[in-house]
C-alpha cells in the first residue's frame, strides 16, 4: 500500500533525481532562505527553473506572512524571495 498520492510521490521521485546534480543540499538552501526571510521553512523543493537548478523554500515569516523564496542549488545565492499568495 503507497502511503503517499502519486503527486507527493512524483515530486520526491523529481527530488531525488535532482539532488545529486545540486552543490547546494536542502538544508543549506533552508538556511539561505532563512537569513533573507527569517522565520520557519516549511517545505522544499528542487526544480528546474530556465535551465538552472533551482530550490524553492517555503517560509512563514515571523510575522506570519508566507513567502516562497527561490535559492541557486549551485552557489546558494538567494534569487528571489515574496510573498506567497497563493496560501
Known amino acids: 500500500r503507497r502511503l503517499w498520492n502519486s503527486s507527493v510521490w512524483r515530486q520526491f521521485e523529481k527530488n531525488a533525481k535532482l539532488a545529486p546534480?545540486?552543490?547546494?543540499?536542502?538544508?543549506?538552501?533552508?538556511?539561505?532562505?532563512?537569513?533573507?526571510?527569517?522565520?520557519?521553512?516549511?517545505?522544499?523543493?528542487?526544480?528546474?527553473?530556465?535551465?538552472?537548478?533551482?530550490?524553492?523554500i517555503d517560509v512563514t515569516a515571523k510575522d506570519g506572512t508566507q513567502h516562497e523564496v527561490k535559492v541557486d542549488a549551485g552557489n546558494g545565492t538567494v534569487l528571489m524571495a515574496q510573498v506567497d499568495d497563493q496560501r
Open 21 to 56: 546534480l545540486a552543490k547546494v543540499d536542502r538544508a543549506q538552501a533552508e538556511q539561505a532562505a532563512l537569513a533573507k526571510v527569517p522565520g520557519t521553512a516549511t517545505g522544499a523543493e528542487l526544480g528546474d527553473e530556465n535551465g538552472n537548478l533551482v530550490w524553492e
